[in-house]
């Protein structure tokens, strides 16, 4: 996988991927770092029917940001709203955070037409904020 | 009756199995009868009832045990939207509805809860008025304390008995009934609660509770769940108001509190954190993820500004650890 950042304000760091097209995205995702996440996005959705993310090293994302990536999609509830991107694509998730999951999951989103988890790839997290141990350490 | 368009929320108060069945039953078979979708959400002893006389048509009702279809109010508003917006939802306006016989878990609930329980039952018709749900909730006289009956005439437009629909005088507008309950103020932190400035440092904030909770030892899915909930709030108060809070985190029997006090904001929506997030953004949705997750979220606000106040399992809850796979106590 070759890649090239995109941004990164040292909390969040996003990579564009080209095997497969997308982006591999690190780091923590709340409002302070959701005007950079939402410009990778614009930036590499333009002209593709099919987006990947990586979601692997995502330490933290609050529910605007998670809105952010699953409007990636184009889905009409996001286009309404004016938070769309224009056309439609597929959005493949992969290495989901569980926590990510859980949420996606909640909130129902999970469901969202062109956005696919990647089965295979849901990560245990990149570890947790400092003082946050993990419950057993076989991860 | 008609069951289209937008919620509609009627209480069956019963004092026999003879009763519940005359009004539960005929609801439930001709939801059947038009195909629309209907669900069942109550005691396993009333789903036999239900079951024994629907029937051969009885398999077709969707069910679910009341204690495990949404274990707290927040949980239980999310429940019902979800099943509607599977069901029909997503398919425009033109469907019929979906019908829905809910019937609470009253006993061995403390004051507390039986208080936002009730809350729940009035915000229902606000939360839930765009959805073509229709739903009867039954209340067993014979077992239930007077008082959560009477709450119910509070808390439904109409009573339903077979099919006769009544008005209900004691109906309370919703707004004016969350609003009675919410006068107590919240527990105020104890001496020697962890605390911290919430500047509108989102981060920072987050870093403060994952140290708290691994000194309270909730660790793993437990602290993120915490974090995410606690972050959200902070979110929230930053994009509301002057941004800055008093944020301060104790440990008490059962539970670990995150209280939030920010001057100077004024919170009118008595159904903060209540409406199921969408696609299409909406002030609050964080605080509905959070109050999706935790135990506990109240919200008070006076003339001297607004707390928030929200409360998740202590290290030695052991549901989830007798439910592996559980991510949340939900």
Redesign the interface.
């Known amino acids: 996988m070759t890649s090239c950042p995109v941004y990164d304000d040292g909390?969040l760091r996003i990579t564009s991927t080209s095997h497969p097209p997308g982006l591999a995205i690190e780091g923590?995702i709340?409002?302070?770092t959701y005007p950079g996440l939402v410009q990778a996005l614009q930036d590499s959705i333009s002209g593709r029917a099919e987006l990947h993310l990586s979601l692997a090293g995502v330490s933290?994302c609050?529910?605007?940001g998670l809105?952010a990536i699953?409007?990636a999609t184009g889905?009409d509830?996001?286009e309404?709203?004016g938070?769309g991107y224009g056309d439609s694509r597929r959005v493949i998730l992969h290495e989901v955070p569980?926590?990510i999951v859980?949420?996606l999951q909640?909130?129902?989103?999970d469901s969202?037409p062109g956005l696919a988890l990647d089965p295979g790839g849901i990560s245990p997290?990149p570890g947790?904020?400092?003082?946050?141990?993990?419950?057993?350490s076989a991860v | 009756m008609r069951t289209d368009g937008a919620f509609r929320h009627w209480a069956c108060i019963y004092d026999s199995d003879q009763q519940f069945v005359q009004t539960a039953v005929p609801f439930l078979a001709e939801g059947l009868a038009a195909g629309d979708p209907v669900l069942a959400v109550t005691t396993p002893a009333h789903l036999e009832l239900i079951s024994a006389a629907l029937g051969p048509r009885g398999g077709e009702v969707d069910y679910a045990e009341s204690a495990f279809f949404g274990r707290r109010p927040a949980q239980r508003v999310a429940a019902f939207y979800r099943y509607w917006k599977n069901h029909v939802g997503g398919r425009g306006g033109n469907g019929g509805g979906v019908r829905i016989l809910a019937e609470p878990v009253w006993a061995g609930r403390s004051a507390r809860e039986i208080a936002a329980w009730t809350r729940m039952e009035s915000a229902l018709n606000v939360v839930l008025a765009p959805a073509s749900i229709s739903m009867i909730c039954p209340y067993d006289t014979r077992t239930l304390d007077p008082d959560i009956v009477t709450g119910a005439l509070h808390t439904h437009p109409a009573q339903i008995t077979g099919s006769r629909l009544s008005p209900s005088a004691d109906f309370t507008e919703p707004a004016e009934f969350a609003r009675s309950c919410d006068t107590g103020p919240l527990p105020e932190p104890p001496d020697g609660a962890a605390a911290f400035p919430f500047d509108g440092d989102l981060r920072g904030l987050r870093r403060f509770i994952a140290g708290r909770a691994a000194a309270y030892g909730v660790i793993g899915d437990r602290a993120d769940i915490l974090v995410l909930a606690v972050s959200e709030v902070g979110a929230y108060l930053k994009n509301s108001g002057p941004g800055t809070a008093a944020v301060r985190t104790w440990e008490q029997p059962g539970a670990v509190v995150c209280d939030f006090r920010q001057p100077g904001l004024s919170i009118d929506d008595p159904f903060l954190g209540l409406r199921p997030a969408r696609l299409e953004p909406s002030a609050g949705d964080g605080l509905w993820l959070a109050n999706q997750v935790c135990d506990w979220l109240e919200i008070r606000s006076g003339a001297d500004g607004s707390t928030i106040q929200l409360q998740v399992p202590s290290r030695h809850d052991q549901e989830m650890a007798a439910q592996p796979g559980l991510r949340y106590r939900g």
Do not use: F, K, M
């Open positions: 909390v923590e709340d409002e302070s933290y609050d529910l605007a809105r699953v409007c889905a509830d996001c309404t709203s938070n569980a926590q859980t949420v909640i909130v129902g989103w969202t997290g947790r904020l400092p003082g946050g141990g993990r419950q057993g």
